[in-house]
């Protein structure tokens, strides 16, 4: 079956530091999210991405963050400048739709730790 | 925007039990409500959804119920086994947010041998 893949399982960085985080979302899936759980918090979306733009973002989603399709397989999710609180679990998922039927299928997700 | 509350946070039953675990949601709108189960340092998985045009659906041991007035819907496991122990999160989806989910805040389920 066919799954979400997510590269690194954990990125370790300094306060200030550049990271990228990499998803390859399901082949054929058009619809692309990114969301982040802070240890033993609940899941928290950022963003959702569909042909190439951005479709809709939470308040989480600041100038410090930025998402792109590079190529026709890779998702990724930048963060410019670290800081500590963005110490967590980042998940990327896709679906194949966008009604009120599609599921959203998610990665194992890069534990980001910012120190 | 939409708001999901969770109950409870924590959930302990003797294998063999029945396990609720109670969401509700503000936006009368969302019409789309996926549960996953997620084990320690793994992804959340789905295991069941219900859309907001039926009031109920199972799928062997696994239930979910769906009260559109009260917004409310709830997970309901049978015969719990060790192996349902994890971390539950229901989750909601308003259909004009970019199908942004909402999360609750989770039920971490012990189920006890």
């Known amino acids: 079956e066919p799954e979400v893949t997510q590269t690194p399982s954990h990125q370790v960085t300094q306060m200030g530091q550049e990271v990228i985080l990499r998803c390859v979302p399901i082949s054929n899936h058009l619809y692309f999210y990114w969301y982040r759980q802070i240890l033993g918090q609940k899941v928290e979306f950022l963003v959702s991405?569909?042909?190439?733009?951005?479709?809709?973002k939470s308040e989480i989603f600041d100038d410090q963050f930025s998402v792109e399709r590079p190529d026709g397989s890779n998702f990724t999710l930048k963060i410019r400048s670290t800081k500590l609180e963005d110490s967590a679990m980042y998940f990327c998922?896709?679906?194949?739709?966008?009604?009120?039927?599609?599921?959203?299928?998610f990665g194992p997700g890069t534990r980001l730790t910012v120190l | 925007g939409e708001n999901v509350e969770q109950h409870p946070s924590t959930l302990s039953v003797q294998e063999g039990d029945s396990a609720v675990i109670k969401c509700t949601y503000s936006?009368?709108?969302?019409?789309?409500f996926p549960w996953y189960k997620q084990e320690l340092g793994k992804r959340p998985q789905l295991i069941i959804d219900?859309?907001?045009?039926?009031g109920e659906k199972k799928d062997q041991r696994i239930a979910v119920t769906l009260n559109k007035t009260a917004k409310h819907f709830s997970l309901h496991i049978t015969e719990t086994q060790p192996e349902d122990s994890a971390v539950y999160f229901c989750a909601s989806r308003e259909p004009n947010a970019g199908n942004m989910l909402t999360f609750g805040g989770g039920t971490r389920l012990m189920v006890k041998p």
């Open positions: 998922a896709s679906s194949l739709t966008s009604g009120m039927y599609n599921e959203q299928f």
């Open positions: 991405f569909y042909n190439n733009e951005i479709s809709e």
């Open positions: 936006d009368s709108a969302s019409n789309y």
């Open positions: 219900i859309r907001s045009n039926v």
